[in-house]
């Protein structure tokens, strides 16, 4: 695809976007391109309004001014061209996993068999086989957020949209997630948008690490972390570069927390 | 249970040692109940009172749940109702029953209202709460997958809130146990309350304490019924 901003095609576009809570500015004049096929984190000190960027790319909150498109329509509301990940999962307390992962389908009027199918599928994608009638309150945080990931998968939208989907699980299943994590945009032809406030996280998975600074929140930097991409897994958190980046964030983000 | 046969026990002792007429022995109440069980007029009375008493808890029932939601869900529509909601569930009733029958006529119709006025308040006002400790992220899942207002409703809200719903109903019904005896002692005297009526004034306690238990067995076995359906949603009530 080639147009006039030039040779990246891009899945979503925020353009000059502003947001206020009253009169407070959560974000003000940010815009940022997200690159199909992509895997580009939101990073930033909390409070930076990273959620609430996300938010409004999945439709869930309105912009206050400003343009946000996906695959070059407005955005206007939620749509299937998008789906979300949570932090707290989100997922039903009173259905199994199957209908948990089914559910995003069972909403879109798909038939019960057709997206039962379906959702079997991601579950075992996942590694949930087996657990297909358990009960949230059965599961780990980590297999919970397996659910909550094979749900936002199973509807197959382009845009995945991730909102610290492993803040609330322990740091060795967190690390297994993140290799995960790094497969499944390797393989899945899909964008996604991923919030942390986890340095370390935001480095090791992203092709593009966009740093928001706080209050009013916008776009003080974007790094594309390249060099180590194509690297296995195991060797990514000791390379060089790797570790360059990391620091150099730090030293961006250290002023904003004293 | 057991302690219900206990406190059996002491009434029977009681009863035996005839301290009052007002407490005849428990056996000699469930023999008096085993002669007009089978009566014409006892059956009668039991239907009317069946009949008013569902009618009233189905309207409470149909019309609260929503209610309640949309409350729950909606600021200004809470705020437009609460007030009242929370006047008719402390007011006294009793002292409507009047007003309702120059309403609605000394028949079935005013007793049916009354049944429901009284279960109905507190229906609302669980409903109410049961939507509003709602997970806010468990909405926002639901809008984006795309969930139609109808879905959101019966896919999120009543589920949701499903384990706080069922605690209103139970204390619902058991009000209206209270509501439909009121109802009938004061608008027109039929069903249980004119037996009770009957009964005591002519001083035949065992007759009265009979149809007494019946309406305590009724009552409690429908609060067992949903305190039953209470616990099997008990495995996600804390953990939504």
């Not at chain 1, 949930?128 to 780990?140: A, I, V, Y």
């Given at each position: 695809m080639n147009d006039s901003k030039g040779d990246i095609d891009n899945a979503v576009t925020v353009r000059n976007v502003y947001k206020n809570y009253g009169d407070v500015e959560?974000?003000?004049?940010l815009s940022l391109d997200f690159p199909r096929g992509q895997l580009t984190s939101l990073l930033g000190?909390?409070?930076?309004g990273k959620t609430t960027l996300l938010k409004i790319i999945a439709g869930l909150l309105p912009a206050t001014s400003g343009d946000i498109q996906v695959n070059n329509q407005p955005v206007t509301g939620p749509g299937p061209d998008r789906a979300f990940v949570f932090q707290d999962f989100a997922?039903?307390?009173?259905?199994?996993v199957m209908r948990n992962v089914a559910f995003g389908l069972e909403l879109r009027g798909i038939d019960r068999s057709e997206r039962e199918a379906i959702a079997e599928t991601y579950i075992a994608n996942v590694g949930?086989?087996?657990?297909?009638?358990?009960?949230?309150?059965?599961?780990?945080g980590g297999m919970r957020q397996r659910v909550g990931l094979a749900r936002a998968l199973s509807v197959d939208a382009e845009v995945l949209l991730m909102d610290?989907?492993?803040?609330?699980?322990?740091e060795q299943t967190r690390r297994k997630f993140q290799e995960d994590l790094l497969n499944l945009v390797k393989n899945e032809n899909k964008t996604f948008i991923f919030v942390t406030h986890s340095i370390e996280e935001a480095v090791y998975v992203s092709d593009q690490v966009a740093l928001l600074l706080a209050?009013?929140?916008?776009?003080?930097e974007v790094i594309r972390p390249e060099g180590?991409?194509?690297?296995?897994?195991?060797s990514i958190r000791r390379d060089p570069e790797y570790l360059d980046i990391v620091d150099r964030i730090w030293a961006s983000l250290r002023t904003y927390v004293e | 249970m057991s302690s219900l046969i206990l406190w059996g026990l002491l009434w029977e002792i009681v009863g035996q040692l005839e301290l009052?007429?007002?407490?005849?022995p428990l056996s000699a109440i469930f023999t008096t109940l085993m002669e007009i069980g089978t009566t014409k007029v006892f059956l009668q009375a039991l239907a009317d009172t069946g009949y008013a008493f569902f009618i009233g808890t189905f309207s409470a029932i149909i019309i609260g749940i929503p209610v309640g939601i949309l409350m729950g869900k909606n600021r200004f529509i809470d705020e437009l109702l609460l007030p009242w909601v929370n006047m008719f569930l402390s007011a006294p009733l009793t002292a409507l029953v009047p007003v309702l029958m120059v309403l609605f006529g000394f028949g079935m119709k005013s007793i049916i209202i009354t049944t429901a006025l009284f279960a109905i308040w507190i229906i609302v006002l669980n409903s109410r709460a049961g939507v509003m400790q709602i997970n806010r992220s468990l909405i926002e899942m639901a809008r984006s997958f795309g969930a139609s207002p109808k879905d959101a409703f019966f896919k999120i809200y009543l589920w949701a809130a499903l384990p706080e719903i069922l605690g209103g109903v139970r204390i619902g019904f058991i009000r209206a146990v209270k509501g439909v005896i009121i109802g009938q002692l004061l608008i027109s005297i039929v069903g249980f309350g004119a037996l009770f009526e009957l009964y005591s004034s002519n001083f035949l306690m065992k007759h009265f304490w009979a149809v007494l238990i019946v309406l305590f067995a009724i009552a409690f076995t429908i609060a067992e019924f949903l305190a039953h359906l209470e616990r099997r949603v008990e495995y996600y009530a804390a953990r939504r």
């Open positions: 959560a974000l003000k004049d000190p909390s409070g930076c997922l039903l307390p009173w259905a199994n949930l086989k087996g657990f297909e009638n358990s009960f949230p309150h059965e599961l780990s610290e989907p492993f803040s609330a699980v322990d209050r009013p929140s916008r776009v003080s180590f991409r194509h690297k296995d897994a195991n | 009052t007429f007002f407490l005849p």
